[in-house]
């Protein structure tokens, strides 16, 4: 007795689960290699498939295709939050929230001072940990600045952290990782 195999249907613009995944984790804002991720996650996609990428995935990332270029390119509109945004529409009355906002940034100027991935890494566990035991008291409001605080911060140290002059890191190598 032949059991029929059910026919599954995807709508036009399905785009399957593991490419969607790979696509949403890119970001150009912290990635040097954002760039090279695409292009290797485009050659195995069908014609299709590239068209729903771009239109549903890249598009609202403000990543575009260059044909002069013949490469992805980001295209900021002003629109992404950055710490001065976040820190001009915290209210007068989160005290609490715009002064740890304020010191936040001025943290920032120290991180441009560190030179080796320790010290950097601890800055960042530090500042983002205190962003995140920030006691809101269950204000939604003040929960969704200071989410924005928290991305605001992750953008801009990642900004400092790629155009430092000297190199904080070791490259690794398939040898050294044996070693």
Not at 69 to 77: E, L, Q
Not at 135 to 149: A, H, P, S, T, Y
Request: net charge neutral; hydrophobic share 40%; aromatic share 8%.
């Amino acid at each position: 007795m032949d059991i029929p195999t059910p026919q599954i249907t995807v709508p036009d613009d399905y785009i399957p689960y593991p490419i969607r995944t790979q696509i949403n984790q890119i970001d150009p804002r912290l990635d040097v290699f954002w760039q090279d991720y695409l292009i290797e996650i485009f050659k195995n996609l069908r014609d299709h498939d590239r068209k729903n990428v771009v239109v549903q995935l890249l598009a609202p990332k403000k990543i575009f295709w260059n044909n002069e270029k013949k490469a992805f390119v980001y295209h900021p509109d002003g629109s992404e939050d950055n710490l001065s945004s976040v820190l001009a529409d915290i209210p007068p009355n989160a005290r609490h929230l715009k002064a740890f906002a304020v010191s936040a940034v001025r943290h920032l100027d120290s991180l441009r001072t560190y030179e080796h991935i320790e010290e950097i890494a601890d800055f960042l566990e530090n500042v983002l940990d205190k962003i995140q035991n920030l006691d809101i008291e269950n204000n939604l409001g003040q929960q969704v600045l200071k989410q924005r605080l928290y991305a605001a911060f992750i953008y801009a140290a990642g900004h400092i952290i790629r155009n430092k002059k000297t190199c904080c890191c070791r490259k690794t190598t398939a040898t050294s990782i044996r070693a």
